[in-house]
């Protein structure tokens, strides 16, 4: 059993139900259940998932004792279409059938494996329009200057009357105060070490990450954007000026670019 989000697993039934009509079409079949997997939330983007790989482990260990994989449709199996087919053609190849109790097929036969494996394509299918509908989203709100997920540290998310703002918290105000320290010719490591001075850790590597990041001077970049820059609603941390300066510096041109 598997949902693809947090939200599905707290607020919907669907695990239960899943779970129920998996138990059922075995009861009915005189199947013993050796093993419950999933009951969770995680994404069926891959097969580098926790618990579908914690079942083939089981299955592999158990192989004389399992015959059948249950599930409650394909795409709870698995979306990965080529690779879907590709897994059950070997657990099929050690005795052990997938079988999705809301799309019955006999996958021991050549035209229920057929079937399934259409099955599987077109839920692979489906899985990449909804990615595509979910980011043609992401950047409709990317080129109004809505940051989509969580923003840098330094920010927090306020809602007013429906509206997402990013606002400037206390840490935000301390790495303000690092970039002008940048600019004012200090080393990573003495800015660490005076952020670190007034209550902010940060290990050498994340000093760099916020100093190279243009969400702080007001700046949008995002893979969905295809290499478009765009002016963002959130707060500024620093001026675009001291921004390309601090990273002019770092670039090792003292001009700035």
């Excluded at 260990?61 to 279409?81: A, C, L, Q, W």
């Excluded at 243009?214 to 478009?228: D, S």
Aim: one cysteine or more; charged letters at 25%; aromatic letters at 10%.
């Amino acid at each position: 059993t598997r949902v693809s989000t947090k939200e599905q697993a707290d607020n919907n039934m669907s695990l239960g139900t899943q779970r129920k009509m998996c138990e059922q079409y075995a009861n009915k079949n005189g199947l013993r259940i050796m093993g419950y997997f999933g009951g969770t939330y995680e994404s069926a983007k891959t097969d580098e998932r926790r618990e579908f790989n914690k079942m083939l482990t089981f299955v592999k260990r158990s192989k004389e004792r399992i015959s059948y994989i249950i599930v409650y449709s394909v795409d709870r199996f698995s979306r990965s279409g080529t690779n879907a087919m590709y897994i059950t053609d070997q657990l099929k190849k050690q005795g052990i059938v997938v079988y999705a109790v809301t799309q019955p097929t006999d996958a021991t036969t050549a035209s229920g494996s057929l079937q399934q494996n259409i099955q599987f394509i077109f839920s692979e299918y489906d899985n990449q329009l909804r990615r595509e509908k979910c980011m043609a989203g992401v950047k409709e709100k990317l080129l109004m200057g809505v940051w989509c997920t969580a923003p840098p540290m330094g920010y927090d998310i306020v809602k007013t009357e429906g509206k997402k703002a990013f606002v400037i918290n206390k840490t935000g105000k301390l790495l303000s105060k690092g970039f002008q320290w940048k600019a004012d010719g200090v080393s990573n490591e003495e800015v660490r070490s005076r952020l670190a001075s007034h209550g902010l850790i940060l290990a050498n590597q994340r000093v760099s990450d916020f100093l190279r990041n243009p969400f702080y001077c007001g700046l949008i970049v995002h893979n969905a954007l295809e290499g478009r820059v765009v002016e963002g609603i959130q707060e500024k941390v620093v001026s675009r000026e001291l921004f390309l300066r601090v990273n002019g510096i770092l670039a090792g041109r003292q001009q700035g670019y």
